[in-house]
Nanobody, 124 residues
Framework: QVQLVESGGGLVQAGGSLRLSCAAS????????MGWFRQPPGKEREFVAA???????DYVNSVKGRFTISRDYAKDTLYLQMNSLKPEDTAVYYC??????????????????WGQGTQVTVSS
């Protein structure tokens, strides 16, 4: 059974940092595209960052230069380092896997496995 389990969320002041982790199990993820999405209160789930097998990354414009996505292939763990956090970054953050997709993708519909989400709250 495929499982993605996020951790690392919490409450932080604006300008602070958090690192989210996503532990993956149940299949070999090393060749899959992995991503982070977020859902702000009252809004749709949106793409944040993605990384593919070759380490190619992509980010939504609003987090470029502040967030960094990375993965540890040996541990099957995905990370999202978030710096210079802003109140508008407040959301539930979800880890996702586009199984069998080696090319980078930002499309929510391409992701077929999801974690349960972790809350990130940035106070002003």
């Amino acid at each position: 059974q495929v499982q993605l389990v996020e951790s690392g969320g919490g409450l932080v002041q604006a300008g602070g940092s958090l690192r989210l982790s996503c532990a993956a199990s149940g299949r070999t993820f090393s060749s899959d595209n992995m991503g982070w999405f977020r859902q702000p209160p009252g809004k749709e789930r949106e793409f944040v960052a993605a990384i593919n097998f070759w380490g190619i990354t992509d980010y939504v414009n609003s987090v470029k230069g502040r967030f960094t996505i990375s993965r540890d292939y040996a541990k099957d763990t995905l990370y999202l380092q978030m710096n210079s956090l802003k109140p508008e970054d407040t959301a539930v953050y979800y880890c996702a896997c586009a199984a069998g997709t080696s090319t980078i993708t930002t499309k929510r519909g391409d992701y077929n496995y999801w974690g349960q989400g972790t809350q990130v709250t940035v106070s002003s």
